[in-house]
């Protein structure tokens, strides 16, 4: 059984960065697709980055050019890099994988981690 563990949330200024990490286990890493989703009160959760078994990457709108998605295949685990941080970041940050190309949708997705809290005040 996957099993998706979040870690590195916290409080950040705005323009200041955070590295959120999510580490894998449970079955080979290297043929899964993980994604980083991120919920704010009141919202739905939305998709923010990917990163596919091939290392292929995609970023939402609001996320481009800011962070940066990563993964380590010998330990396991993916990273987001957050720079140039805002408040409208603030949310719950979701670590997601799929056994395939994933998406940008929830349903693309089987396992998921707890969730890690950013917070980023102005």
């Known amino acids: 059984q996957v099993q998706l563990v979040e870690s590195g949330g916290g409080l950040a200024q705005a323009g200041g960065s955070l590295r959120l990490s999510c580490a894998f286990s449970g079955n080979r890493f290297e043929y899964y697709s993980v994604a980083w989703f991120r919920q704010a009160p009141g919202k739905e959760r939305e998709f923010a980055t990917k990163?596919?078994?091939?290392?292929?990457?995609v970023y939402s709108d609001s996320v481009k050019g800011r962070f940066a998605i990563s993964r380590d295949n010998v330990k396991n685990m993916v990273y987001l890099q957050m720079n140039s941080l805002k408040p409208e970041d603030t949310a719950i940050y979701y670590c997601?994988?799929?056994?395939?190309?994933?998406?940008?949708?929830?349903?693309?997705?089987?396992?998921w981690g707890q969730g890690t809290q950013v917070t980023v005040s102005s």
């Open positions: 990163i596919s078994w091939t290392d292929d990457t």
């Open positions: 997601a994988a799929a056994g395939g190309p994933g998406g940008s949708v929830t349903r693309a997705y089987n396992y």
